[in-house]
DNA sequence: CTTGAAAGTACGTGGGC
DNA sequence: GCCCACGTACTTTCAAG
């Protein structure tokens, strides 16, 4: 986790291919991006020591997972110290069913990405485990329609 | 991608070490498990064939690359039709700074996240990019004051 | 589910353009 | 910087028991 100096456009081209496929074979992706084995695997090391890469994750299916609805919810607090916003921030990011969660200009606020099963289970979210957390003025939610794109990292 | 029909108590764990390190190798993630090499390769083979795992990535840091800032900015469209939120879904979709874009419900509007660099950055899309999409009526953004949760796929 | 074996891969080292 | 070649240990992938 060092600096991170230059990205070259080599390593754009294996950021693109690994991003695309995570886990592509050294072997491949020399291949791919016109480099021989050694030095796109001391590319891809540097990249990952300096944190550029982040990591792997496999990408899971939502809904394959009993959880094919979507909510967006802007959350309120009725305070706004310090304390409150990190100890609330936490709780929410506790919560299983939040898969993304920020911390907001304007008005201090909260976004968070909800993963529930219907109305039904986006009701349970709310009463079981939103309105639970204590310091929550107000919050608003929106149901996803269609999620047109959805990517894991910013395009290198 | 066919059906995927019963995910036991051995597949979720198999996901969420494949969430948590989508390069484990099939040993290692076999030993995590509890199973020996096989069954655990069929498993996660099962896994990707249904289209439970849609794949795995490399995740990217944004700031590395060139552009720290997320900014989240709502899109009202001047007209509703089928027609118009297609091709301003598709439009939007394609630029590179958008990393996520929703279709929500309510007042037919979408969300979207988009990574730029500074307010500088900011200005440059909303000029070059977002106001230049046709069949724009308003929009209001908000920035990310900070990342509190961002996972790749919901907890398996 | 286990064992086993062939092919491929990771990761290092060392030489040379 | 890059390519090439070699080497060991590990992994994948697919049999067959």
Same mark, same amino acid.
């Given at each position: 986790m060092a600096?991170?100096?230059?990205?070259?456009d080599t390593d754009r081209r294996i950021l693109r291919e690994l991003r695309r496929d995570g886990r592509l074979s050294n072997a491949k992706l020399a291949e791919q991006v016109g480099l021989s084995a050694t030095?796109?695997?001391n590319r891809v090391r540097a990249l990952e020591e300096s944190g550029v890469i982040e990591g792997y994750a496999a990408l899971l299916n939502q809904k394959a997972?009993? !959880? &094919?609805?979507?909510v967006l919810i802007e959350v309120t607090l009725e305070r706004h110290d310090d304390d409150m916003l990190?100890?609330?921030?936490k709780a929410l990011a506790e919560l299983p069913?939040?898969?993304e969660a920020?911390?907001?200009t304007g008005e201090y606020d909260y976004l968070i990405k909800v993963a529930v099963a219907g109305t039904q289970g986006y009701e349970e979210f709310l009463r079981h485990k939103l309105y639970? !957390? &204590?310091?929550l003025r107000h919050s608003r939610s929106t149901f996803v329609l269609r999620t047109l794109k959805r990517e894991t990292?910013?395009?290198p």
């Open positions: 600096q991170s100096p230059k990205i070259d030095p796109c695997w997972l009993g !959880l &094919p609805d979507t990190y100890r609330f921030g069913e939040v898969m920020y911390l907001l639970k !957390l &204590p310091g990292s910013v395009e």
